[in-house]
């Protein structure tokens, strides 16, 4: 079965500290992973999305890498804001259908002052 | 720019009752989709459509329908609502693989 796995469920640091989410995902073959951001009590915006032959894309603060041979990548925060607090919510498609894109159940952040 | 637009955006029901959640997006996409996101799980898909007038199911379809009569509106129906549908619904809409955009949800709670 297909499954994405995040990694911590939850997570607390302090403002200004860098931080690293990880997703490991079984999905094979895949054709894009992407993480979004989801405040609180709003939908999900898109972060970054990266297709399988690609390692890294960036989005300002945020950097995601992709390792296809191990399939996990992980979604890195550097210099944290109060803003990010969030949850961050890795989604992969697989190649086979577009609708079938499979949600992790996210990683909850707190960013503390 | 409305981007995608949910209403209501917070629903009470007594079990057995009915009700349709409206998403309208402005974007001129194909898909749209509507998920139900509970506590410690991913967003699951409930029924998409990959075209006006076309409807399909998704991950957890039963106990819900949908319509696409236009493009830019794509309807979810509970017939007779139960607890188990307590949950936040997302509708999102998509011009393809890979980004898709998402509303701000709804909040329904079944008593």
């Known amino acids: 079965k297909n499954q994405v796995e995040q990694s911590p469920q939850s997570l607390i640091i302090l403002e200004g500290k860098n931080c690293t989410l990880q997703c490991n995902y079984t999905v094979s073959p895949f054709s894009n992973l992407r993480w979004y951001k989801q405040d609180t009590g709003r939908g999900p915006v898109s972060l970054t999305i990266?297709?399988?032959?690609?390692n890294t894309k960036s989005n300002g603060r945020y950097t995601a890498t992709l390792d296809a041979d191990t399939k996990q990548s992980s979604l890195h925060i550097t210099a944290s804001q109060l803003s990010d607090s969030a949850s961050y919510i890795c989604v992969v498609s697989p190649a086979s259908s577009a609708s079938k894109i499979i949600f992790g159940s996210g990683t909850r952040l707190s960013i503390r002052p | 720019n409305a981007g995608v637009t949910q209403t209501p955006k917070f629903r009470v029901l007594k079990t057995g009752q009915s009700m349709t959640l409206l998403c309208a997006q402005d974007m001129n996409h194909e898909y749209m989709y509507w998920y139900r996101q509970d506590p410690g799980m991913g967003l699951r898909l409930i029924h998409y459509s990959v075209g006006e007038g076309t409807t399909a199911k998704g991950e957890v379809p039963d106990g819900y329908n949908v319509s696409r009569l236009k493009k830019q509106n794509f309807l979810l129906g509970l017939e007779s609502a139960a607890p188990s549908q307590t949950s936040v619904y997302f509708c999102?809409?998509?011009?393809?693989?890979?980004?898709?955009?998402f509303g701000q949800g709804t909040r329904l709670t079944v008593v």
């Open positions: 990266m297709t399988f032959s690609e």
């Open positions: 999102a809409s998509s011009a393809g693989i890979p980004e898709a955009f």
